[in-house]
Nanobody, 126 residues
Framework: QVQLVESGGGSVQAGGSLALSCAVSGRTSSTIAMGWFRQVPGKEREFVSAISWSGGRTRYADSVKGRFTISRDNVKNTVYLQMSSLKPEDTAVYYC???????????????????WGQGTQVTVSS
């Protein structure tokens, strides 16, 4: 089993920055594709960003491209999401997700991830 624990959420004013972390424990392996998703009440969980297990491939939702940066440290078994130029519409619960993959691929669909963290709230005020 894999456990994911997010941290770093909080409240910030528009234009500010926050950095999220997701620590992976349990049956850890460097061949884990990771992703970040977010959800607001009444809406479906949406894709934010993903990174392949090598870190060599990344993908972003159009809504965050140029403002968010995903990275990972396979020694620390941690994936990060650096968020800058935050907007009120970025307010959501942010979840990290993990999936073991043989190929160094990106997963951008929530159903492809079997492991999820508990989520961390990000609130951006105008």
């Amino acid at each position: 089993q894999v456990q994911l624990v997010e941290s770093g959420g909080g409240s910030v004013q528009a234009g500010g920055s926050l950095a999220l972390s997701c620590a992976v424990s349990g049956r850890t392996s460097s061949t884990i594709a990771m992703g970040w998703f977010r959800q607001v009440p009444g809406k479906e969980r949406e894709f934010v960003s993903a990174i392949s297990w090598s870190g060599g491939r990344t993908r972003y939702a159009d809504s965050v491209k140029g403002r968010f940066t995903i990275s990972r440290d396979n020694v620390k078994n941690t994936v990060y999401l650096q968020m800058s130029s935050l907007k009120p519409e970025d307010t959501a619960v942010y979840y990290c997700a993990a999936a073991y993959k043989f190929w160094d691929q990106i997963l951008a669909v929530s159903s492809e991830y079997p492991y999820w963290g508990q989520g961390t709230q990000v609130t951006v005020s105008s």
